[in-house]
């Protein structure tokens, strides 16, 4: 028969409350944190169902393109955390794959995602050729009508500033 054996602890209340921070840095660390693994299931999600036809190439690339700055914007405030993470092991990998490896997520089109860092329509069409040139071509006459339209702009600014020393 097996004794219990006494410790120090007191007895453990399943109905208490479990802190996970003590200060609002922290809680904001973990907020962050949780984001961010929200981020990444849902990018997984959304790369599967675009693999599977689910969703659309209208419907994902926007989709997409907003996680993807999410992301973005939410690896600035969590840079040092990831680092030099508060969770460190002997074994512990820095950056967003130790951070997928802490929390066991097994989402290898995310983190794909993450790093190539443009959707996959982008990428594909990039990497074919006629989609490519397309989108060069694009980006090109885009580049263009906005210097075109800076240039009226100066333009006119520059008549209007002549006519009133006139």
């Known amino acids: ?10 007895p453990l209340n399943l109905d208490e409350e479990v ?26 999600y959304l790369e ?14 926007p989709a997409c393109i907003k996680l993807l700055a999410q992301y973005k914007s939410l690896i600035k405030l969590l840079h040092d955390d990831l680092d030099n993470p508060p969770y460190k092991t002997a074994n ?9 490896q802490r929390y066991r997520m097994d989402y290898p089109a995310a983190l794909h ?4 860092g443009v959707p996959a329509t982008v990428e594909h069409s990039a990497e074919a050729g006629e989609g490519g040139e397309e989108l060069g071509k ?7 009508m906005l210097f075109d339209i800076e240039n009226a702009y100066n333009e006119f600014f520059r008549s209007l500033s002549s006519s009133r020393k006139d």
């Open 113 to 116: 995602r993450l790093i190539v």
């Open 19 to 44: 802190r996970l921070w003590s200060n609002n840095s922290e809680r904001e660390r973990q907020e962050n944190f949780a984001t961010l693994y929200g981020l990444i299931v849902s990018l997984e």
């Open 92 to 100: 512990s990998m820095k950056g967003l794959e130790g951070f997928m």
């Open 1 to 10: 028969m097996a004794q219990s054996s006494t410790s120090s602890r007191p």
């Open 48 to 61: 599967r169902a675009y693999v599977r036809d689910s969703v659309s190439s209208k419907e994902y690339a």
């Open 138 to 144: 694009w980006v090109a006459e885009t580049t263009q």
